[in-house]
């Protein structure tokens, strides 16, 4: 979507452009956000960043908005690796899972905050989720600038839906991983990982019929993700279902409802452009293993999976956190070694 639509959409809902900047402000640096500390404290010790490693804080200017970016550079890397969250989690959570464990096996890594979450500002826009697609093949054409070296995704939750998304439009990503892979936009995935199904369809009728009235109301994310699956530590839940800078912030309500009806750009039974991985949590309570197992199970190209053992949504224990970062590692390593075309594109 192009700057000037954005300005039509504002300008056609009759709502001031100023409203829409008025979401999650909070620290532009998670040196200024305790929170994320508190959560590090549920990992394992021997996986919490100590405050040497922590990883640079960049920003990518980008429509207007400063996107803000943890990043663990190395030129030696063969290749870049570029986390995504979902909803519910950030950058700095990206780190926390797999980009400081990565970083320390020689990969380099960065992670960035979506518009909306995070340390990312994103003053006087109105987003959808076609537009999180664009900005992520733009930050990769940008970064592209800097190397010519081959560029994986990793995405966390519904991160591996917006990994594979962009893949499909950007022909530098030369692989794609993720812990899951959702299409949102059939009915029969949304009821599989809705806790109360019934429920959730009649919100999503009472959300359109907001919409449709001319409405754009901000909401609570954790009435539209689960706050009580996001892991298997009801205490972690707690706390993030708390941050404003993860699962408990606002979002437009017009942004879930694109995220619901967006359709991958290309079917993944026609799917073939890089190899995709998938790293199942065992134990996921928040997104059914079969939902994606069913979504991988439809590509007929280059495809893996591996289960994290005893992990849930958001992987604690030691085993399934190491056997990730390997994973993604070896994954990663395997693509760069046998790149697909990385051609540009606008």
Request: aromatic content about 10%.
């Amino acid at each position: 979507m192009s700057a000037s639509s954005f300005e039509y959409e504002i300008a056609a809902s009759g709502v001031e452009p100023q409203s829409f900047s008025q979401i999650n402000l909070g620290p532009t640096s998670y040196n200024d956000a305790p929170a994320w500390r508190e959560i590090q404290g549920f990992f394992p010790s021997q996986w919490q960043i100590p405050p040497s490693e922590q990883p640079e804080e960049e920003t990518y200017d980008w429509r207007g908005c400063s996107i803000h970016i943890d990043s663990y550079r190395n030129s030696g890397s063969p290749v870049r690796v570029l986390m995504l969250h979902g909803l519910g989690t950030n950058a700095r959570m990206m780190s926390m899972v797999a980009g400081h464990a990565l970083a320390r096996l020689g990969y380099e890594t960065s992670a960035i905050d979506m518009p909306y979450v995070g340390a990312t500002r994103a003053p006087h826009r109105r987003f959808r989720y076609a537009d999180w697609v664009q900005l992520v093949s733009d930050y990769i054409n940008a970064d592209h600038g800097r190397d010519d070296r081959p560029v994986v995704l990793f995405g966390f939750s519904v991160g591996g839906m917006l990994s594979y998304d962009v893949s499909c439009i950007n022909h530098r990503v030369a692989g794609v991983c993720a812990t899951s892979f959702i299409d949102l936009s059939q009915q029969k995935v949304r009821r599989e990982i809705a806790p109360n199904p019934d429920w959730s369809m009649l919100m999503e009728k009472i959300g359109s019929f907001v919409l449709r009235c001319g409405f754009q109301p901000n909401i609570p994310l954790k009435t539209f993700a689960s706050p009580t699956t996001i892991s298997n530590e009801p205490r972690l839940n707690e706390v993030l279902a708390s941050d404003p800078a993860s699962l408990g912030g606002m979002f437009p309500l017009a942004f879930l409802d694109s995220l619901r009806w967006h359709k991958p750009t290309i079917d993944p039974e026609d799917y073939d452009l890089c190899p995709v991985a998938l790293f199942q949590p065992e134990l996921d309570y928040n997104i059914p293993p079969a939902t994606n197992a069913d979504f991988i199970s439809r590509i007929p190209g280059n495809t893996e999976t591996t289960v994290l053992p005893a992990a849930g949504h958001i992987p604690l224990n030691i085993e399934a956190l190491q056997m990730l970062a390997d994973n993604i590692g070896r994954f990663a390593k395997r693509c760069a070694d046998h790149p697909t075309s990385c051609q540009p594109t606008e």
